[in-house]
């Protein structure tokens, strides 16, 4: 199905877009519509307003309605940070770490990351498969539309393309709109100088390319894995090969990887966690979005957290996502924003802006999709509450009760059971 009309509902967040990611004050402004209401046709958004004048304009006959009294319709949510293709599990670490074992400690006894290449390395095709599978399911059922996919427990060429190809592979099993981040400078391979794995990764772009699946080079910045230099190789061959890129900085500790990012060009940076306050204010206004990653920190236990409030005050753009990786099994991106209001000092409406419309700008699709506006991709999150706050009151409760991705009904009983139910 993809003509629909969805009608009264409580609250109609159309998030609207003037043409790039919501910064300072406008980082907070949801553009509400009591009553709303939304005509989709032919899998795109034609009209938003109150549902008096959506039925006056498209209540034709024959488009099915879909009945959203009580509740908030947002703008779909896009998950913009997610590692989803690996093999092993890690828990045993976090337990270790609630224990008092270090990072450190864990990395030595064979642990981390690296745990993870050497599991998902020897996994087999159809096991890694269903492991994606498995996890969009839950991430759709999360009230997610799109999502943003990376490889990086590879980390050799041979590895890391058969990845991505298998990334590509699985899109034919979910519906959620995915895009390919190529993630070969995840971290140094275990007996490597950093230097040289440096160019092995520069030496995999051009066969990434012509490969064809990856939208973004993602570049690691951290202390102790890959260096402002190196880092800054790295994006300037992306700059030479044309293709655009993410930075993952600062998760760890002080690495510059803020300030390299926004000057190697990336779309996005993300964790920000051991950013200065300094360097936030001496880099300024840019539109490199910043991706914070709450369920990261609280699981890594870090003794700080990445500073939303200073970056939004320097006319920053902020996006908020889950981490979803081998050592975060945090598939609810409606729980992360719940998580992230409180966990930042950010309301409620700066967290769902940093979740559908500056997302969309994180993932380069800022024109597509990420708010309610015609002409833009018809996919909506449908929360059983009666106004958008609620949903940060509501960590670890089922608050999504309907997902729409490309005009089609996927996710959540209680839409399906309102859908073409006659609507007064």
Not at 243 to 259: L, M, N, Q, V
Not at 352 to 367: D, F, I, K, M, P
Request: with cysteine.
């Amino acid at each position: 199905m993809s003509d629909l009309n969805l009608v009264h509902a409580s609250q109609l967040a159309r998030v609207t877009d003037a043409g790039a990611a919501r910064r300072g004050t406008e980082q907070g402004e949801l553009n509400l519509i009591a009553d709303g209401a939304v005509a989709l046709r032919d899998g795109l958004i034609a009209a938003v307003g109150s549902t008096e004048e959506i039925l006056a304009e498209w209540g034709e006959d024959g488009v099915p309605t879909l009945d959203a009294s009580g509740m908030t319709v947002l703008p779909g949510l896009i998950e913009c940070h997610s590692h989803p293709l690996f093999a092993g599990t890690r828990h045993a670490e976090y337990a270790q770490r609630l224990g008092g074992a270090s990072l450190q400690e864990i990395a030595l006894a064979g642990g981390g990351i690296w745990s993870t290449v050497v599991a998902t390395r020897e996994a087999t095709d159809a096991e890694l498969l269903e492991q994606l599978r498995s996890a969009y399911e839950r991430i759709l059922a999360a009230g997610v539309t799109t999502l943003e996919v990376k490889s990086g427990y590879g980390l050799t060429a041979e590895h890391e393309l058969h990845h991505l190809e298998l990334l590509e592979h699985s899109r034919a099993s979910t519906p959620l709109g995915l895009v390919i981040s190529f993630l070969g400078a995840h971290v140094v391979p275990a007996g490597r100088d950093g230097d040289d794995y440096t160019s092995e990764v520069l030496e995999m772009l051009p066969e990434v390319l012509e490969q064809g699946v990856a939208a973004f080079h993602d570049i690691t910045c951290e202390q102790g894995l890959f260096t402002p230099q190196q880092a800054g190789r790295l994006f300037a061959r992306s700059r030479e090969l044309g293709i655009p890129t993410k930075a993952h900085a600062d998760a760890w500790a002080s690495s510059e990887g803020w300030r390299t990012a926004v000057e190697g060009g990336a779309v996005s940076a993300e964790h920000l966690t051991y950013t200065p306050d300094e360097e936030i204010r001496d880099v300024g206004v840019t539109d490199t979005i910043a991706v914070l990653l709450p369920q990261a920190e609280l699981v890594y236990m870090t003794d700080r957290r990445a500073h939303a409030r200073l970056l939004i005050d320097q006319q920053v753009p902020v996006a908020v996502a889950t981490d979803y990786c081998s050592s975060i099994h945090a598939t609810s991106l409606s729980t992360t924003i719940g998580i992230a209001a409180p966990w930042f000092k950010l309301t409620p409406s700066e967290v769902l802006v940093g979740a559908t419309l500056n997302a969309a700008y994180a993932l380069a699709l800022g024109r597509d999709r990420g708010s309610l506006d015609p002409g833009k991709r018809a996919d909506l999150t449908i929360l059983a509450v009666e106004h958008p706050d609620e949903l940060c009151l509501a960590v670890g409760q089922q608050v999504i009760s309907g997902v729409i991705v490309g005009g089609e009904v996927l996710a959540g009983p209680e839409a399906s059971r309102r859908l073409g139910e006659q609507v007064p």
